[in-house]
Nanobody, 114 residues
């Protein structure tokens, strides 16, 4: 069973930075697509960014401020978040897609104070 574990959330002032990490364990194969989503209080979960073998794609609201990257360790992905805004406050979830099966982590809280 694939397990996704996020870390790196916390409280930061507006304009600050955080780096989130996600490690997928339990798979002998490389995860096809690793993504970040977020869910703010009272709102639906929304796409933030994803990365495949060679490409990264971002939601318009974070493009230019967030960077998704793969780690050297297998099935590891990072989300570098710069110039954070209060509206970035949410629980951030890591999602892995492997052969059409999707796996989600429990989420890590990011809070940006104004």
């Amino acid at each position: 069973q694939v397990r996704m574990v996020e870390s790196g959330g916390g409280l930061v002032q507006a304009g600050g930075s955080l780096r989130l990490s996600c490690i997928a364990s339990g798979s002998d194969s490389n995860i096809d697509v690793m993504s970040w989503y977020r869910q703010a209080p009272g709102k639906q979960r929304e796409f933030v960014a994803h990365i495949t073998t060679g490409d990264a794609y971002y939601a318009g609201s974070v493009k230019g401020r967030f960077t998704i990257s793969k780690g050297n360790a297998k099935n590891t992905v990072y989300l570098q978040m710069n110039s954070l805004k209060p509206e970035d406050t949410a629980v951030y979830f890591c999602r892995g897609l492997l052969r059409s099966a999707e796996y989600w982590g429990q989420g890590t809280q990011v809070t940006v104070s104004s």
